[in-house]
Nanobody, 126 residues
């Protein structure tokens, strides 16, 4: 079983930055990692993903150029660096892990991820 714990959420003004972290344990069975978010009254949506083996990231269009997903060298921590934040980025951000080594999608869909953290709140005020 993979355990994921997010930290780093908070409140910022529009245009500000935040970095989210997600600790991963164990790491040897994780193939890919992703960040999702859920705004109030909306469905959860994928934001970005990264494959553990290659480190190649993928982003949804709404965050391209503003968000950056990465793993530390030991692959024990997943990050999401968020810049130029907008009020519409507000939501609960959750990290997720995929242990399927055949997974090769470049778009994070909720149904493909089998382990989830509890989430951390990000609030962006205008």
């Amino acid at each position: 079983r993979v355990q994921l714990v997010e930290t780093g959420g908070g409140s910022v003004q529009a245009g500000g930055s935040l970095r989210l972290s997600c600790s991963i344990s164990p790491t040897n069975i994780v193939w890919a990692m992703a960040w999702f978010r859920q705004a109030p009254g909306k469905e959860r949506e994928g934001v970005a993903l990264i494959t553990s083996a290659t480190g190649i990231p993928a982003y949804v269009d709404s965050v391209k150029g503003r968000f950056s997903i990465s793993l530390n060298s030991a692959k024990t921590t997943l990050y999401l660096q968020m810049t130029d934040l907008k009020p519409e980025d507000t939501g609960v951000y959750t990290c997720a892990a995929n242990t399927d080594r055949t997974y090769n999608s470049r778009y994070p869909e909720e149904r493909d991820w089998n382990y989830w953290g509890r989430g951390t709140q990000v609030t962006v005020s205008s």
